[in-house]
């Protein structure tokens, strides 16, 4: 990749098995000065400290649209048959089919 080459230019050969990472999180930069070399572990870490992992879960994913709140609210009202799911999805602003992905355990599954 464009921006290994470019760090192994400028500060020397990776060693195998480390990663070349990216300080500006722009992964088409060949910045040397943007890059560092770390492990799979600290790039991880890295991308989680700057918020951009995306395996977060709930209402810690950057495209959330749902508080983990609102999600036991919708629990709720499925749970005790308060409304459809349609008059749900009205309610909280959400698709039919987010109510009932909801129900049948296919997303917000860490939501008791």
Excluded: Y
């Excluded at 921006?3 to 020397?12: N, Q």
């Excluded at 070399?37 to 992992?53: A, L, P, Q, S, W």
């Excluded at 008059?87 to 129900?103: C, D, P, Y």
Aim: hydrophobic fraction near 35%; aromatic fraction near 4%.
């Amino acid at each position: 990749m464009a921006h290994r080459l470019s760090f192994e230019l400028h500060h020397g050969k990776i060693a195998e098995g480390l990663e070349c990472c990216h300080r500006c999180d722009v992964p088409a930069c060949v910045n040397p000065n943007h890059l560092f070399i770390g492990t799979h572990t600290d790039n991880m870490r890295d991308c989680e400290i700057k918020g951009r992992n995306p395996h977060r879960k709930g209402e810690k994913h950057h495209k959330a649209k749902l508080t983990d709140e609102t999600v036991r609210l919708i629990a709720s009202e499925l749970k005790n048959r308060t409304a459809t799911q349609w008059e749900i999805a009205k309610k909280f602003g959400v698709t039919q089919s987010t109510v009932s992905l909801i129900k049948l355990g296919k997303i917000w599954t860490h939501i008791a």
